[in-house]
């Protein structure tokens, strides 16, 4: 019987990262999960919506609650930060019932819903992992992933409850994953540091630094290719590596996709983007 969910795609692969919206379904499918939309959805605040009124952040994301337990479902992301920051909000609701209270009223008022609290958040690494299992996922590999390979969690997912049964402070499932898929995986001391992704324009130094420090690594370990479970994260190791070579002075060129993108790939989806993938780690190289 199929995993079913509700998805969550994150705060940008439905617009600034289609690679991900393109690879998550298709990569999905094959593993067994139906990933229900959730019509209506917000962006989960990116951690910036919070700065400004945590209690609009709190509200929006009950929203999300709400519609995922209408659909009775509990919530999958490919995003870590979203993850993380759906998991937060989830918790503080559930374990305050008279903030719960003050913003099923706002909910009422406003788009005549209510949550109660009957839904979960999880990573889609921690379903492949934990519901899916490591053996199925092997045997799904069309196209093995070839290649020595670094994965970044980030920190917003790193904590007790949002990482499934993975170890918080030296997590492992990504690493498990890379190996099942047919990759040589290397664990990063840096894999869980932040890469500034909430404050990339308003303190864009610290962020490239940080960026800088974990792609450095990686190329220092001999990783060819870089993996994020973070659509956020992803976009500022991908996106700024020439800035982040500027601003540290080291050398930053690495591949670096999103966890979906190498889930589909090795399962026989996209073979013209594995291709051009192929063509990036033998072009860059170490």
Known sequence: MPLEYAYHPGNVAHSSAPEVADTVVPAAKSLGINL???EGATSCGGGIIRQANRRLQLTLNARTFAIAE??????????????????????????????????????????????????EVRHLLHVIV???????????????????VGGYYGPNIQRDGACG???????????????????KSKSLSYRTQ????????????TAMKQAAAVLCEAKDEGVELLVSICTLSHAVLDVYQVKASKVSGEDTSI????FTELLAFSMGHFNSRLAQLRTRIAVIGN
């Open 36 to 38: 229900i939309p959730m």
């Open 70 to 119: 209408e659909l009775g479902l509990e919530i999958v992301t490919p995003c870590a930060t979203t993850a993380g920051i759906l998991f937060e909000d989830l918790n503080e609701l559930k374990n305050n019932p008279i903030l719960l209270a003050e913003i099923n009223n706002v909910l009422s008022d406003t788009c005549g819903r209510s949550f109660s609290g009957n839904t």
């Open 130 to 148: 934990e519901e899916v299992g490591l053996d199925k996922l092997s045997d799904l590999v069309k196209n093995p992933i070839n290649f020595t």
């Open 165 to 183: 049964s993975d170890d918080v402070f030296q997590p492992n499932y990504l690493e498990q994953v890379i190996e099942a898929l047919g990759g």
């Open 194 to 205: 932040s890469v500034g992704a909430p404050s990339v324009l308003s303190e864009e130094t």
């Open 255 to 258: 591949p670096v996709i999103h």
